[in-house]
């Protein structure tokens, strides 16, 4: 008898997700009622690359952006044209990396206020990615961290 489960390939971000065509229900995380076996022989597993859990290397990220004048697009929404430097987004960060400590709710509230990302209404998570869709130097921490664990800043475009 049939799951109602398979995998479809996201457009919007390149990755795989699991769809259940009879609730319309979708997730990035394989269901847990399905087996590894079951999961390799859904519609659409071709688009697993490394088994059964999301395919290629996923991660989920959040972030804090503090953007400057010479950002690739030097506003936000909260900000139509910004005018600070990179020496003063990078003080301000520092500023805010010292309120955080290793406090997630921290850092979800300064985000949620203060980042200048449209992530900054989800307090900063990025959602799912997986290698090649973020800038390479925000990539490379992020894929080096542990989960929970916070990196030092990061200076992107």
């Known amino acids: 008898m049939s799951s109602g489960w398979e995998i479809r ?24 009622e399905l087996s590894e ?7 659409g597993s071709q688009h697993l690359s490394s088994g059964s859990s999301g395919g ?8 804090l952006l503090v953007k400057h004048k ?3 697009r030097p506003s936000s929404w909260k900000e139509p ?16 990396q010292a309120q955080v400590g ?31 869709q973020m800038q390479k130097p925000f990539e490379d921490a992020a894929f080096a961290l542990q989960v929970g664990e916070f990196s030092d800043i990061i200076i992107t475009d």
């Open 9 to 32: 390939m996201s457009n919007s971000k390149g990755i795989p997700y699991y769809f259940n065509a009879a609730t319309k229900q979708s997730s990035w995380d394989a269901p847990s």
């Open 37 to 43: 076996e079951e999961i390799k022989s859904l519609p």
């Open 56 to 63: 290629a290397e996923t991660i989920t990220a959040s972030h």
């Open 70 to 72: 010479d950002s690739r």
């Open 81 to 96: 044209k910004i005018t600070r430097t990179q020496e003063e987004a990078v003080e301000i960060l520092r500023e805010y």
């Open 102 to 132: 290793n406090s997630r709710e921290k850092f979800e509230e300064l985000a949620s206020i203060h980042s200048d990302c449209s992530s900054h209404s989800q307090k900063g998570n990025l959602g799912p990615f997986s290698k090649g």
